[in-house]
């Protein structure tokens, strides 16, 4: 197995990863629409943002690998952001760089492998954006250019100025030991640590501004049963699945929280409860219209999902009793949902 070489700018590779706040921090949905995309267009099991940083790879998006982060000696990300052209491998067997690469010759056994180095504005290589697939396969140089493509959209939405609100700044504020203890990786999410300091943060907010904040608690139904079904692996992607749909509904600046693996909670700042009520509809149409996927296994599951806006006088109270509260509030009634639809 070859091991990659170090970039010449590997401090300044380090410190430009470290600012932009890609590291043990939230999936995000900008970057998730693109890697499904990806799948998509080509066709494959597995596409990743990878970004490769001091002795790993951090997996900022991640459609069909059940893995958070690698070690980037076995990485061939870290081969890939050596070159500004893609690194393509039709049949990792056959090229004596991975052939006894351990992501070869066990799980998830790549065979097939392309990743275009992604940049910031100034040109420093972060990562890739990659392509893995268990079965060899040709990849032309049209191929080659959309992925040259779907990577300048990745490296867009790297340079727009990031948004000022309490869970960016609260992601930045965190040291990367922090961030690595308040985050669920495979899921993409806050854990219940995470929410509860980020929570402290957002009562903090609504009490300088005046604003109410809202809880959207999001139950699974028939989870155990569907465990006993499908495995606890194939639970993993429905998880996955279930907080990417609450990333793509969700409006800028929501946090969201995975406190179990069939139980979420996302953060709405500053909605009213119109505007609350709305999108709350929309997520509910959301998991009535799409399949939870895993591996060519669909299953289609009943959401229960509850409410709880704070008052000014819960202002006071601890993430811990918020939380509580979200708790006890009750599942939200198919007549509930369409008295709240606009005419």
């Given at each position: 197995?070859?091991?990659?070489?170090?970039?010449?700018?590997?401090?300044?590779?380090?410190?430009?990863?470290?600012?932009?706040?890609?590291?043990?921090?939230?999936?995000?949905?900008?970057?998730?629409?693109?890697?499904?995309?990806?799948?998509?267009?080509?066709?494959?099991?597995?596409?990743?943002v990878s970004i490769i940083y001091k002795e790993f790879q951090w997996f900022k998006s991640?459609?069909?690998?059940?893995?958070?982060?690698?070690?980037?000696?076995?990485?061939?990300?870290?081969?890939?952001?050596?070159?500004?052209?893609?690194?393509?491998?039709?049949?990792?067997?056959?090229d004596p760089r991975f052939m006894d690469n351990p992501l070869v010759t066990e799980g998830p056994k790549i065979r097939f492998y392309a990743g275009q180095p992604i940049h910031d504005p100034f040109g420093v290589a972060l990562g890739t954006l990659c392509l893995i697939d268990g079965s060899p396969r040709q990849f032309t140089e049209e191929d080659r250019?959309?992925?040259?493509?779907?990577?300048?959209?990745?490296?867009?939405?790297?340079?727009?100025p990031i948004d000022d609100n309490v869970v960016t700044r609260f992601v930045l504020s965190l040291s990367e030991q922090q961030r690595l203890l308040l985050i669920d990786p495979l899921v993409g999410t806050w854990n219940r640590?995470?929410?509860?300091?980020?929570?402290?943060?957002?009562?903090?907010q609504a009490r300088?501004?005046?604003?109410?904040?809202?809880?959207?608690?999001?139950?699974?139904?028939?989870?155990?049963?569907?465990?006993?079904?499908?495995?606890?692996?194939?639970?993993?992607?429905?998880?996955?699945?279930?907080?990417?749909?609450?990333?793509?509904?969700?409006?800028?600046?929501?946090?969201?929280?995975?406190?179990?693996?069939?139980?979420?909670?996302?953060?709405?700042?500053g909605l009213r409860q119109t505007e609350l009520l709305k999108l709350v509809d929309h997520l509910e149409s959301q998991f009535k219209r799409n399949m939870l996927e895993t591996q060519g296994v669909k299953a289609l599951v009943d959401v229960e999902v509850s409410i709880l806006t704070l008052s000014r006088e819960q202002l006071d109270c601890s993430p811990e009793?918020?939380?509580?509260?979200?708790?006890?509030?009750?599942?939200?009634?198919?007549?509930?949902?369409?008295?709240?639809?606009?005419?």
């Amino acid at each position: 197995m070859q091991k990659p070489d170090t970039p010449q700018n590997e401090d300044e590779r380090t410190r430009t990863i470290h600012n932009l706040g890609l590291i043990y921090s939230p999936s995000e949905a900008r970057f998730d629409r693109i890697t499904r995309l990806v799948c998509r267009h080509f066709d494959v099991s597995t596409a990743l943002v990878s970004i490769i940083y001091k002795e790993f790879q951090w997996f900022k998006s991640n459609q069909g690998l059940n893995a958070c982060s690698t070690d980037r000696e076995i990485s061939f990300c870290g081969h890939a952001i050596l070159s500004d052209e893609a690194l393509v491998v039709e049949n990792a067997l056959l090229d004596p760089r991975f052939m006894d690469n351990p992501l070869v010759t066990e799980g998830p056994k790549i065979r097939f492998y392309a990743g275009q180095p992604i940049h910031d504005p100034f040109g420093v290589a972060l990562g890739t954006l990659c392509l893995i697939d268990g079965s060899p396969r040709q990849f032309t140089e049209e191929d080659r250019r959309d992925l040259k493509d779907f990577a300048r959209l990745i490296e867009a939405e790297i340079a727009k100025p990031i948004d000022d609100n309490v869970v960016t700044r609260f992601v930045l504020s965190l040291s990367e030991q922090q961030r690595l203890l308040l985050i669920d990786p495979l899921v993409g999410t806050w854990n219940r640590r995470g929410l509860e300091a980020l929570l402290e943060k957002e009562i903090e907010q609504a009490r300088r501004s005046k604003q109410d904040i809202s809880l959207i608690r999001l139950k699974l139904g028939a989870f155990q049963d569907m465990q006993s079904r499908f495995g606890p692996e194939r639970m993993i992607d429905f998880s996955k699945f279930t907080a990417s749909i609450l990333r793509d509904t969700m409006t800028g600046g929501c946090g969201v929280a995975s406190l179990a693996s069939d139980e979420f909670v996302t953060t709405c700042p500053g909605l009213r409860q119109t505007e609350l009520l709305k999108l709350v509809d929309h997520l509910e149409s959301q998991f009535k219209r799409n399949m939870l996927e895993t591996q060519g296994v669909k299953a289609l599951v009943d959401v229960e999902v509850s409410i709880l806006t704070l008052s000014r006088e819960q202002l006071d109270c601890s993430p811990e009793e918020v939380l509580a509260l979200l708790q006890k509030q009750p599942a939200r009634q198919d007549d509930q949902q369409d008295t709240h639809k606009p005419a």
